[in-house]
């Protein structure tokens, strides 16, 4: 689909008799895995062959009827099953290879396949199944170095105590987000962003569009038209930073969105001149203007009067040395879509 077909038109590959559907499942609470397991084997009897529990190591393996059912058509309906944590094709640990003894303990074959975990030992693991040969339990996937994410500050913890920066590297850790908690309000925090435009000419129209648009959740919203940025504060106790930052990366006439880090609502002016008093904070977020020169974040190129300027993408993003040039707003080129969304733009 993602490729711009449609899938009525395409065909999957021919059923192979020696394949097997089967997915390891992990579980929000220890003690509802019998439960859970059971609710599965009932709603979906129909598609499943077998399921199993290992409860020693909190273990759940399902294996679906690869001839009734597509595979990602059974791992959505595990995904979306309350009480699941994480499921993973079984590619890791295989069915046959891991059996629950009279003991309680576990006898498990590992394969050699790299899904990351961290454990409470503070050690890295290839896979779940290494980690538990270990005996380590309390552990938590790693983000998928292939989902690019940005690095926003929304704290938000997942099942087992798994803390991720915000709810993109929980998705790309495999978690389903309905089962993750952000931390508790702080009455002293604040949501706010600097947003930018594509047009100057439209920035009072547009901050009047996304106050109408958006003023369940807005406190304050002040447009600095001498140096056209918009200034936007969010209700902290009502939408989440991610959400709040998706919801003006997606408004059409934007062109960056930035949280308020780096210039503060508090420390920016407007004067009576038509000039801006600014009080820059020296926080590394760099762009690079029009005369070629690179500044630490927007705050000091907007008080050297650089406005049209780019920001550079995050180092922090992994991006392939693919030539696609891509151009976003005002001009900014970037070599491939990564780069471009490791610069803060919605594609």
């Given at each position: 689909?993602?490729?711009?077909?449609?899938?009525?038109?395409?065909?999957?590959?021919?059923?192979?008799?020696?394949?097997?559907?089967?997915f390891?499942?992990?579980?929000?609470?220890?003690?509802?895995?019998?439960?859970?397991?059971?609710?599965?084997?009932?709603?979906?009897?129909?598609?499943?062959?077998?399921?199993?529990?290992?409860?020693a190591v909190?273990?759940?393996?399902?294996?679906?009827?690869?001839?009734?059912?597509?595979?990602?058509?059974?791992?959505?309906l595990?995904?979306?099953?309350?009480?699941?944590?994480?499921?993973?094709?079984?590619?890791?640990?295989?069915?046959?290879n891991?059996?629950?003894?009279?003991?309680?303990?576990?006898?498990?074959?590992?394969?050699?396949?790299?899904?990351?975990?961290?454990?409470?030992?503070?050690?890295?693991?290839?896979?779940?199944?290494?980690?538990?040969?270990?005996q380590?339990?309390?552990?938590?996937?790693?983000?998928?170095?292939?989902?690019?994410?940005?690095?926003?500050?929304?704290?938000?913890?997942?099942?087992?105590?798994?803390?991720?920066?915000?709810e993109?590297?929980?998705?790309?850790?495999?978690?389903?987000?309905?089962?993750?908690l952000?931390?508790?309000?702080?009455?002293?925090?604040?949501?706010?962003?600097?947003?930018?435009?594509?047009?100057?000419?439209?920035?009072?129209?547009?901050?009047?569009?996304?106050?109408?648009?958006y003023?369940?959740?807005i406190?304050?919203?002040?447009?600095?038209?001498?140096?056209?940025?918009?200034?936007?504060?969010?209700?902290?106790?009502?939408?989440?930073?991610?959400?709040?930052?998706?919801?003006?990366?997606d408004?059409?006439?934007?062109?960056?969105?930035?949280?308020?880090?780096?210039?503060?609502?508090?420390n920016?002016?407007?004067?009576?001149?038509?000039?801006?008093?600014?009080?820059?904070?020296?926080?590394?977020?760099?762009?690079k203007?029009?005369?070629e020169?690179?500044?630490s974040?927007?705050?000091?190129?907007?008080?050297?009067?650089?406005?049209?300027?780019?920001?550079?993408?995050?180092?922090?993003?992994?991006?392939?040395?693919?030539?696609?040039?891509?151009?976003?707003?005002?001009g900014?080129?970037?070599?491939?879509?990564?780069?471009?969304?490791?610069?803060?733009?919605?594609?």
């Amino acid at each position: 689909v993602a490729a711009g077909f449609n899938i009525t038109n395409c065909l999957r590959e021919p059923y192979d008799g020696d394949k097997k559907l089967v997915f390891l499942i992990t579980f929000t609470e220890r003690n509802e895995m019998a439960t859970i397991i059971e609710q599965i084997q009932n709603a979906y009897s129909e598609f499943i062959l077998e399921i199993e529990l290992l409860s020693a190591v909190g273990i759940g393996i399902v294996e679906f009827d690869i001839k009734k059912i597509s595979k990602m058509d059974a791992m959505s309906l595990l995904q979306d099953f309350e009480g699941i944590k994480t499921v993973e094709e079984d590619s890791i640990v295989s069915i046959d290879n891991i059996s629950e003894q009279d003991d309680g303990t576990v006898d498990v074959m590992c394969i050699d396949v790299y899904a990351p975990v961290k454990c409470e030992n503070e050690c890295t693991y290839s896979n779940l199944c290494f980690a538990l040969t270990a005996q380590q339990l309390n552990c938590c996937p790693i983000p998928d170095d292939d989902t690019a994410c940005i690095t926003l500050s929304d704290p938000i913890t997942c099942a087992d105590g798994c803390v991720y920066e915000n709810e993109c590297f929980a998705v790309a850790a495999g978690f389903n987000i309905t089962n993750c908690l952000r931390e508790p309000y702080d009455g002293d925090k604040k949501l706010v962003f600097l947003i930018t435009f594509t047009e100057r000419n439209e920035m009072a129209t547009i901050i009047e569009q996304i106050q109408n648009a958006y003023s369940e959740f807005i406190l304050e919203i002040e447009l600095l038209s001498a140096v056209g940025i918009g200034i936007v504060e969010f209700d902290i106790k009502k939408i989440s930073k991610m959400d709040a930052m998706s919801l003006l990366q997606d408004f059409e006439g934007i062109k960056t969105v930035e949280e308020d880090s780096i210039v503060s609502i508090d420390n920016i002016s407007e004067q009576d001149d038509g000039t801006v008093d600014v009080m820059c904070i020296d926080v590394y977020a760099p762009v690079k203007c029009e005369n070629e020169c690179t500044y630490s974040n927007l705050c000091f190129a907007l008080t050297a009067q650089q406005l049209n300027c780019c920001p550079i993408p995050d180092d922090d993003t992994a991006c392939i040395t693919l030539s696609d040039p891509i151009t976003c707003a005002d001009g900014c080129v970037y070599e491939n879509e990564c780069f471009a969304v490791a610069a803060g733009f919605n594609i």
